[in-house]
């Protein structure tokens, strides 16, 4: 049974940063072999995936955040965060955190939303 917990969300400016924080209670060498990422769930629309970052270190973002948007991983604690700057209106949504490819089992997930 994985539990993924996402925090760190708020409400936020435009050009405004956050941090987002995911605790999964996996088996750390679950947490450790395989490609951990962060998706969005924008009002009305479908999920959708932010970016990635393998076992490896290698880390991929979707066209909409590269270059304002930052993976990273702590394996001893399970933990892996989103920063988020320059933040725009469109980025408001839910966002979640999920193995890559995503098991069937979500969290909660932590709101965004991006306004003056």
């Known amino acids: 049974q994985v539990q993924l917990v996402e925090s760190g969300g708020g409400l936020v400016q435009p050009g405004g940063s956050l941090r987002l924080s995911c605790v999964a209670s996996?088996?750390?060498?679950?947490?450790?072999?395989?490609?951990m990422g962060w998706y969005r769930q924008a009002p009305g629309k479908q999920r959708e995936w932010v970016a990635r970052?393998?076992?490896?270190?290698?880390?991929n973002y979707a066209d909409s955040v590269r270059g304002r948007f930052t993976i990273s991983r702590d394996y001893a604690k399970n933990t892996v965060y989103l920063q988020m700057n320059s933040l725009k209106p469109e980025d408001t949504a839910v966002y979640y955190c999920?193995?890559?490819?995503?098991?069937?089992?979500w969290g909660q997930g932590t709101q965004v939303t991006v306004s003056s």
């Open positions: 999920n193995f890559v490819p995503p098991i069937d089992s």
């Open positions: 970052q393998t076992d490896s270190g290698i880390r």
């Open positions: 996996a088996s750390g060498s679950r947490f450790s072999i395989n490609a």
